[in-house]
């Protein structure tokens, strides 16, 4: 009973390429977050998405396009993969945008450009 | 432009011991501030959050305190357990905004 789930855990892909990244909750959450982890640690918001509804789009360069095709799901499409997006990317929710301080985190998708 | 040192970056120490994870920040204007734990090959996990009027929190063995005008924050692990090997990340949200501003963490491990 997976609260926050990610697919894939894993991903090795060329440089070019086009990957996704699927997130989804059973928590009846309406609001979902995208987070970068890169190299050095350093964890950055992406997107949120507060009922379908894109909130936050953090200085991200337009390859990155997250879709909410509903309230549970909240996928990222990233085109042209570069060396640079190397990382782990992680999934997170939250009941609503006044509840973001409690947020569910997924096991997060590891993604290796070569 | 708000920036999050965490100190030290890597703790080993063994079972039994109390411990101090120090968390800076150059803003002091800031909303509140949490603390999380992330696991290997986990995502992040809540342990503690502090509004920018409070000065602690705590949950358990864990203590978090806030002094805003020096911009730092301590979480205090009482008698650690190997359980409680994981990083230690804080993260700070300003006011005024929805956006977070973490910290790289400390990695810790408590060693039997």
């Known amino acids: 009973d997976t609260a926050v789930s990610q697919t894939p855990k894993y991903l090795v892909t060329q440089m070019g390429n086009d990957k996704s990244i699927k997130c989804e909750q059973n928590l009846g959450h309406d609001t979902m977050y995208w987070y970068k982890q890169d190299s050095k640690k350093f964890l950055k918001i992406m997107f949120s998405y507060n009922n379908k509804e894109l909130i936050i789009n953090e200085t991200v360069p337009n390859r990155f396009s997250p879709k909410s095709p509903d309230k549970a799901h909240l996928n990222l499409h990233i085109n042209s993969l570069e060396l640079g997006d190397s990382a782990v990317y992680f999934c997170?929710?939250?009941?609503?945008?006044?509840?973001?301080?409690?947020?569910?985190f997924g096991p997060g998708t590891r993604l290796l450009v070569l | 432009k708000q920036e999050v040192t965490q100190i030290p970056a890597a703790l080993s120490v063994p079972e039994g011991e109390n411990l101090v994870l120090n968390c800076s920040f150059t803003d002091s204007a800031i909303y509140n501030l949490q603390w999380f734990r992330q696991d290997p090959g986990k995502g992040l996990t809540s342990l503690l959050l502090?509004?920018?009027?409070?000065r602690e929190q705590t949950s358990g063995r864990l203590n978090a305190s806030l002094d805003k005008s020096s911009g730092r924050s301590t979480l205090y692990i009482a008698a650690s357990q190997p359980g409680d090997s994981a990083t230690y990340l804080c993260a700070v949200k300003p006011g005024g905004s929805y956006i977070p501003t973490f910290g790289r963490g400390t990695s810790l491990i408590v060693h039997p």
């Open positions: 502090i509004q920018s009027s409070q």
């Open positions: 997170a929710s939250s009941q609503d945008w006044d509840q973001q301080e409690t947020q569910y």
